[in-house]
């Protein structure tokens, strides 16, 4: 009997043990006081395979159904993006959290570009503030608007180098140089971020297109790449590499081929360099589809082949195409990919999620005090947009205009369109919340001017002259006139590149219009790439390029024009005189015969003498409208006693450079001082110049400041002939300076 007794004890307290061990075991992924790394480990290991394919699955909310609430409750789905309002991610959630085996909440995303509903200058021109502070302000800003709809995760910021204005994604980068686009970028995932990434004011960001997509051949949209290692590492990967410094959570793919492999299912960039050298341990996501068009591409022969190359490169979660849900479990199966391989996707999506703080906060959402359109939203768009313009020309310093102006004409189509001022990859923002130029100008000036209006032309695009008449006669009425003209917001983003990037429609032909009158104009471009318009300088005294300057963009024109602020935006991206000399960057070779000169036209008859060739054009001068680091202000700044604290640096050692920069004229103003630097020969070509230091400085009139920069020679570091980041000693120039073609130069040496 005792026996039984005791053999009956021993089975239930064995009992006891297996149930209290599988109720903690079941505790641990959801227990927030264990370490992040111990609850991954912990729910892969109770996870089935077709719920970790489940984590890898990113639908889009078409509609909801029960085919998707299905999906959800069966762990086939973890994250939306466009996941309609609130009310929609929360019932979606529920059904993830509540009804699902493991209840592994969903992550949504969305792109928040360039802000939310508040509207912030489109990348481009956040990047021609060159101010990283404004650039970080702005994304925190959409961030916590977006965090209030309960979005969790955004899909920038983009830091695609871009040197071709024909592409139209230019507008949603940060400029053509890794250094500008790295302090840009980075910025924008520590707004995005913020210091906690659970917090409900944060989100997280998502570093795109990985990688080389703004390379495409021809500015044509998802076009090939051919891009060598060398020119990978040094010029199309830093700015990755500096956002993931500071944290990005995810990147996204690409759509482009990359020397022959696709992005998507490129395992040299995938994972040889973003996990084998860089460790990144969050996820990719793939772009909308970019895995399955690996077919079109002509790299997979079917959706196995892509699931197959996809995986293997590392790409962890599927945007919309279906591949992995259809063929990882029969790959598993047959051993062409280990559950291992699929772990680590998992478990770089589970850590992304912990960090969220969705398993503890899965209806996160920005729940204090609204800050959607907030004053102090408001405020920081208009200022990053008053940062962002670049004043290109101001001929006898006619800006900025008198307040007193009896009569002011605004002209151009542009002057009063809500949509088109807030530039692409907008979804989220309403015209409605606009403020136009023509409208902030009104509100500026008030009653004492008389404020007269004519469009001029029905929209950007038109040919029809019909309307220009009235605007002449507007125009000979004031005493000024300013036209606001350039692209509307769809002639630029994804997918829609231009050929040719004059000014669209009969614009130029209305300002030569209007300059027949004899009134002095002000043109205001408004545009997501940088535009070619030497046609018309001469017709016109100053140009402000404004971008699309986003909900704020009125007021922040009208501040700039009337001089309540000096322009201090400076070019993120060189400026062509015509699109044939694209591409055209100031960090360019030397090439064996640098042009010194023009040698525009060739007479007729002219012997063949090859004496004198360089590397000009016939037809054009070779040099840029604008280049690189370019923008005035309203007043002039002067530059003196350029200091190194050595002309010799020990390699591994460091030099501190310093330069006195003095506001000479009436106007209180910012400046942006730029450190360029030529390693003069190396074991591979160098290029003419480097950007390697910026800061933006406010001088009052007369006041003159010391700006430092420290050079150390890992920042001259390059990937040399044997493809190793390292310097080499040897002879380098440097230039502090107002753009990337003036300042003052001193020579140092690398022992
Ligand atoms: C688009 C874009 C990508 C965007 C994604 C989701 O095709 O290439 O930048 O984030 O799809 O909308």
């Known amino acids: ?21 599988q109720l903690t075991a079941q505790n641990i992924y959801k227990d927030s006081s264990v370490p992040i790394e111990a609850r991954i480990k912990d729910l892969i290991s109770q996870m089935t395979l077709a719920e970790k394919i489940g984590q890898m699955q990113q639908n889009h909310l078409s509609k909801k159904n029960d085919e998707v609430f299905n999906e959800i409750k069966l762990g086939k789905i973890g994250s939306f993006l466009n996941a309609g309002d609130i009310n929609d991610k929360f019932e979606l959630q529920k059904i993830a959290v509540e009804e699902s085996r493991l209840g592994i909440p969903l992550i949504y995303g969305r792109d928040v ?23 970080k302000l702005g994304s925190a800003a959409a961030a916590s608007e977006a965090a209030e709809v309960g979005i969790h995760w955004t899909f920038a910021p983009m830091v695609d180098i871009s040197r071709d204005p024909r592409w139209g994604r230019i507008a949603e980068s940060c400029g053509e140089d890794p250094y500008l686009a790295a302090k840009m970028g980075s910025a924008m995932v520590e707004g995005f971020q913020g210091n906690d990434l659970s917090s409900e004011s944060s989100i997280a960001a998502c570093t795109k297109h990985f990688v080389g997509y703004g390379a495409a051949e021809s500015g044509k949209d998802y076009n090939t790449t051919i891009i060598p290692e060398r020119y990978m590492r040094d010029i199309y990967l830093p700015p990755f590499k500096s956002c993931i410094d500071v944290g990005a959570a995810t990147l996204m793919s690409a759509f482009n ?54 995986v293997k490169a590392g790409v962890n979660m599927e945007m919309v195409s279906q591949s992995y849900a259809n063929n990882l479990e029969k790959l598993i199966k047959e051993g062409k990919v280990s559950e291992d391989l699929i772990n680590e996707m998992v478990e770089g999506i589970l850590r992304v999620k912990f960090r969220l703080g969705l398993f503890e906060n899965p209806y996160k959402q920005l729940k204090e005090k609204s800050r959607t359109l907030s004053a102090e939203h408001l405020t920081a768009a208009r200022e990053s947009a008053e940062q962002s313009f670049v004043l290109l020309q101001n001929t006898d310093d006619f800006l900025p205009l008198s307040k007193l102006s009896k009569t002011i004409a605004v002209i151009g189509p542009l002057a009063d369109d809500a949509q088109a001022q807030l530039g692409c990859w907008s979804p989220d923002g309403d015209p409605e919340n606009s403020i136009t130029p023509l409208k902030a100008i009104k509100q500026l000036l008030g ?43 769809l002639l630029s983003g994804e997918s829609h590149s231009r050929a040719f990037i004059d000014l669209p429609g009969a614009q130029e032909e209305l300002i030569k219009t209007i300059a027949e009158t004899g009134k002095p104009i002000v043109l205001v471009i408004m545009a997501g790439r940088p535009l070619t318009f030497g046609n018309i300088v001469k017709d016109v005294k100053s140009i402000l390029y404004a971008w ?39 960090s360019h070779k030397n090439t064996g015969r640098p042009p010194s000169e023009n040698q525009l036209g060739i007479k007729m008859g002219t012997p063949e003498n090859p004496v004198g060739f360089a590397s000009y054009y016939l037809d054009v001068d070779y040099t840029p409208a604008y280049p690189f680091g370019f923008g005035l202000s309203y007043t002039t700044f002067e530059y003196h006693d350029l200091k190194l604290s050595s002309n010799e640096i020990l390699m591994g050692g460091k030099i501190e450079v310093s330069a006195t920069i003095k506001n000479t004229g009436k106007y209180d103003a910012e400046e942006v001082v730029q450190l360029y630097v030529r390693d003069l020969f190396g074991n591979v070509t160098r290029p003419v110049k480097e950007l390697k230091g910026f800061k933006k400085i406010h001088l009052k009139a007369g006041e003159e400041k010391v700006v430092t920069f420290s050079l150390s020679t890992g920042d001259l570091a390059f990937w040399n002939i044997d493809m190793k980041y390292a310097a080499e000693s040897g002879d380098f120039t440097l230039w502090v300076g107002g753009d990337s073609q003036k300042g003052l130069k001193a020579d140092f040496t690398i022992k």
Request: net charge negative; glycine share 8%.
């Open 548 to 586: 699309h300057p986003g909900t704020m963009g009125g007021p922040a024109i009208a501040n700039i024009l009337f001089g309540n602020v000096s322009p201090s935006g400076k070019l993120p991206v060189t400026f062509p005189r015509t699109v044939g000399q694209v591409p055209i960057y100031y």
């Open 113 to 135: 570009i360039h802000g939310f509903k508040t509207i912030f200058p489109i990348p481009l021109g956040q990047a021609a503030t060159w101010n990283p502070e404004i650039v």
């Open 447 to 489: 009653e004492k001017t008389k404020v007269i209006f004519a469009a001029g032309l029905d929209n950007c695009r038109s040919t029809n002259t019909e309307k220009f008449a009235e605007a002449v006669t507007a125009s000979e009425a004031a005493d000024a006139v300013i036209m606001i003209l350039g692209e509307d917001d």
């Open 1 to 21: 009997m005792k026996n039984q007794q005791a053999h009956v004890i021993l089975i239930l307290f064995l009992l006891f043990i297996n149930i209290t061990l």
């Open 257 to 310: 081929d990359i020397n022959g492999v696709p992005a998507s299912g490129n395992e040299f960039t995938l994972k040889r360099v973003l996990r084998d050298e860089w460790k990144f341990d969050g996820f990719v996501v793939s772009d909308w589809a970019s895995m399955t068009e690996m077919i079109n591409h002509g790299f997979c022969a079917d959706e196995t082949e892509v699931a197959y190359k996809s």
